[in-house]
């Protein structure tokens, strides 16, 4: 995943979590992150802080700030009938303001976080560790060289080779954690699917209404300041 990537991920499960607790977003929040993709898009700075901040003013009817001046779009009717719902939106969005202005749309962070869920089998925060260097150096060792770093521990602590069977389990737990993972993520794409897909079956749904009236104006998107 890119840093963008990850901010928008981030920025969508923040919004949600307050939509849980008060819903003042309701009907915005897909709406928003698209946005925050488009923003990243923009590499000159200032330009793309001008973008993000102008959405409180174009969710609400007020197109003065956007590029054409009558680029109409997502209208957010709920904000537009409450001034106090307008200014929530606006502290809201200026707080993510130095975090857009940050963020790079360069590079990835894919590596960092498969080395750090490497760290994390074995440094289980719900347990306290006396020697983390040695765990973190094994896992290390796994992270260089999978296949062979049984091995190497071995002959650098000068151990007898493993008794079979413990090779065997060794190899059978990988195999069983690869599994794991593959399963979780194939189930984790369902319910996703599953989460777009009612949302398109509800008619005027927020997903179904940001994807009718944002996806088929492309060339405006483009050109929204």
Same mark, same amino acid.
């Given at each position: 995943?890119? #840093?963008?990537?990850?901010?928008?991920? !981030?920025?969508?499960?923040?919004? /949600?979590?307050?939509?849980?607790?008060?819903?003042?977003?309701? $009907?915005?929040?897909a709406s928003l992150s698209m946005w925050l993709w488009s923003c990243f898009a923009e590499e000159n700075i200032d330009k793309r802080t001008k973008m993000w901040e102008n959405c409180v003013y174009h969710y609400v009817g007020n197109h003065s700030f956007c590029e054409p001046h009558n680029y109409? =779009?997502?209208?957010? %009717?709920? $904000?537009?009938?409450?001034? %106090?719902? /307008?200014?929530?939106? @606006?502290?809201?969005?200026?707080?993510?303001?130095?975090?857009?202005?940050? !963020?790079?749309?360069?590079g990835s962070t894919c590596m960092n976080e498969a080395f750090n869920s490497k760290i994390a089998c074995y440094l289980d925060k719900s347990r306290a560790w006396k020697n983390i260097n040695i765990r973190v150096n094994?896992?290390?060792l796994e992270w260089n060289d999978p296949e062979h770093?049984? $091995?190497?521990?071995? *002959? #650098?602590?000068?151990l007898p080779p493993l008794p079979?069977? =413990?090779?065997?389990?060794?190899?059978?737990?990988? @195999?069983? *954690?690869?599994?794991?993972?593959? *399963?979780?993520?194939?189930? $984790?794409s369902k319910k996703q699917n599953k989460y777009k897909n009612s949302i398109q079956s509800v008619p005027g749904g927020d997903y179904q209404v940001f994807k009718s009236e944002w996806e088929s104006e492309d060339e405006d998107i483009d050109d929204f300041d």
């Open positions: 995943f890119s #840093a963008s990537h990850k901010t928008v991920e !981030v920025f969508n499960d923040k919004t /949600q979590k307050i939509e849980k607790i008060e819903r003042p977003f309701w $009907g915005l929040n109409k =779009c997502f209208e957010w %009717q709920k $904000g537009v009938n409450s001034i %106090q719902l /307008q200014f929530m939106l @606006y502290d809201w969005v200026h707080k993510w303001t130095p975090i857009v202005s940050k !963020v790079s749309s360069i094994v896992a290390i770093f049984l $091995g190497d521990i071995q *002959k #650098a602590l000068h079979e069977d =413990c090779v065997k389990s060794f190899e059978e737990n990988c @195999y069983s *954690k690869m599994i794991l993972k593959q *399963k979780t993520v194939t189930k $984790g």
